[in-house]
């Protein structure tokens, strides 16, 4: 018996978790790439998603920069986990602009109960960054609410 048929690939745990989001479908983000401890996400321009000014929402940036920590952290954690935010710091940087916007989350430091990350939100296109995140994401059982 292969033993690598009785655990979900984690890429798959990744995208199995990330497709049931709602708020990224209603965005219209995807995970454009996904490895061990590195996810980045893009997401097109929408008007619906813009300040007063046209720029995208800074809650738009921060929670694109958010699960792409998110999902690079889960991406380092055993099968039964998940992870939840539990702090993260973002800095906006300068009006963000763009036909599509690319999110990447990288960890920095993996650990068994809580994992660091870094995130940036930038311009597909000319790579011109908008904003930066630091994140802590926080290791839990596959159901925390129940």
């Known amino acids: 018996m292969s033993m690598g048929n009785s655990k979900i690939d984690i890429k798959q745990r990744v995208l199995n978790s990330y497709n049931q989001q709602a708020f990224m479908k209603l965005l219209g983000a995807e995970i454009v790439k996904l490895e061990s401890g590195l996810v980045v996400i893009e997401c097109p321009y929408k008007s619906v998603l813009t300040q007063q000014h046209g720029f ?10 958010d ?13 039964g986990k998940e992870v939840l935010s539990v702090e993260f710091k973002t800095t906006l940087m300068r009006p963000a602009k763009a036909d599509i916007f690319r999110a990447v989350g990288k960890v920095v430091k993996p650990g068994k109960r809580l994992t660091f990350c870094e995130g940036v939100i930038m311009d597909k296109e000319t790579d011109k960054e908008f904003a930066r995140m630091t994140a802590t994401m926080i290791c839990v059982d596959i159901n925390p609410l129940g």
């Open 56 to 65: 995208l929402h800074a809650g738009v940036v921060t929670t694109l920069m």
């Open 67 to 79: 699960v792409a920590c998110g999902y690079a952290a889960l991406s380092t954690m055993p099968e």
